[in-house]
């Protein structure tokens, strides 16, 4: 497999811009989770899914933001409209629980917004 | 709340070990999780213990849990510069099944 698979891996974009940023999980994953990673913060859970339901999306900073996971291969995270302090890496990562207990990561997305 | 504490730095000369610690406050952890995060990249599985277990070695990698005092360790045994890194400490409780808790995250400088 080739893993939890994220796009773009960089992107730079202007305040007030739309960003959406793309995942693929493992086959076969039912867990999809959206971190956020920046240096104040550390890592922060925005949203999670089982089996394509939205479980918690208490971490989403605010309505600008918004998950999406229109089937079990594919979720988006959009942010709209966005700002410099939405600068930050965003992480996607899936699992199966009850299976062998492990959450893998993609290579993540790095956001910079000008 | 900080439910997992992490210290955020520690320095080693190369060669020697390095004892990355965590603490936690939920006692009905299960399983319990340490991740490498190299530069640019993303959280890498290193090791994981079940609640059941006092001890786990894997390699060079050691990881002690001692549950009455809610202490995860995690030593590197003859560390290599190749082991700079951000260690993550995380946990899976078993109250809230689904998410993992993460720390801060501690990073590892090993000097040659």
């Known amino acids: 497999d080739a893993g939890v698979i994220q796009s773009p891996r960089h992107e730079v974009t202007e305040m007030g811009q739309e960003v959406t940023l793309r995942c693929k999980p493992i086959?076969?994953?039912?867990?999809l989770f959206w971190y956020r990673q920046t240096m104040m913060r550390g890592l922060e859970l925005l949203i999670y899914?089982?089996?394509?339901?939205?479980?918690?999306d208490s971490g989403m900073p605010e309505d600008r933001f918004s998950a999406k996971m229109p089937n079990a291969s594919f979720s988006t995270l959009k942010i709209q409209p966005s700002e410099p302090r939405d600068s930050a890496v965003y992480f996607c990562a899936s699992t199966s629980w009850g299976g062998d207990e492990k959450l893998f990561f993609g290579s993540g997305t790095q956001l910079s917004v000008l | 709340g900080e439910d997992v504490e992490q210290s955020l730095f520690l320095s080693v000369r190369e060669g020697d070990s390095s004892v990355i610690n965590c603490t936690y406050t939920d006692s009905s952890s299960t399983y319990l999780y340490w991740y490498k995060q190299e530069p640019g990249a993303g959280l890498q599985l290193l090791t994981y213990i079940f609640s059941n277990m006092d001890m786990k070695q894997d390699q060079r990698l050691t990881v002690l849990l001692n549950k009455k005092d809610k202490h995860l360790s995690l030593r590197i045994a003859d560390t290599q510069t190749g082991d700079s890194a951000i260690y993550f400490c995380a946990l899976l409780r078993g109250s809230t099944l689904g998410r993992l808790y993460f720390g801060r995250g501690t990073q590892l400088t090993v000097w040659p």
């Open positions: 899914f089982n089996n394509n339901v939205p479980i918690d």
């Open positions: 086959s076969g994953h039912d867990y």
